[in-house]
Nanobody
Framework: QVQLVESGGGLVQAGGSLRLSCAASGRTFSSYALGWFRQAPGKEREFVAGIRWSGRAYVADSMKGRFTISRDNAENTVYLQMNSLKPDDTAVYYC????????????????????WGQGTQVTVSS
């Protein structure tokens, strides 16, 4: 059974930083991309960043320069480093996994993803 468990969320002031972690278990993830999404109240789930087993990563344009995704394959863990946080970054952040099945591009549509974590709340105060 695949499990994705997020941690590291919390309350932070604007301009601060947080690092989210997602521990994956239950299968071999070498053919999977791991990604982060977020969902604010009343808004659709939004792609944040994704990373392949090789380490090739993609960060959504609106977050480039502030957010960084990384992956520890030995620990089956993916990280999201978030710097210069803004109140608009307040959301529940979800970890997700998708089988790439030969695809080159990391999917950005949430419906493409096969597995999801339970989410971790990030609140940025002004």
């Amino acid at each position: 059974q695949v499990q994705l468990v997020e941690s590291g969320g919390g309350l932070v002031q604007a301009g601060g930083s947080l690092r989210l972690s997602c521990a994956a278990s239950g299968r071999t993830f070498s053919s999977y991309a791991l990604g982060w999404f977020r969902q604010a109240p009343g808004k659709e789930r939004e792609f944040v960043a994704g990373i392949r087993w090789s380490g090739r990563a993609y960060v959504a344009d609106s977050m480039k320069g502030r957010f960084t995704i990384s992956r520890d394959n030995a620990e089956n863990t993916v990280y999201l480093q978030m710097n210069s946080l803004k109140p608009d970054d307040t959301a529940v952040y979800y970890c997700a996994a998708v089988s790439l099945a030969g695809r080159v591009e990391i999917p950005v549509a949430p419906e493409k993803y096969d597995y999801w974590g339970q989410g971790t709340q990030v609140t940025v105060s002004s």
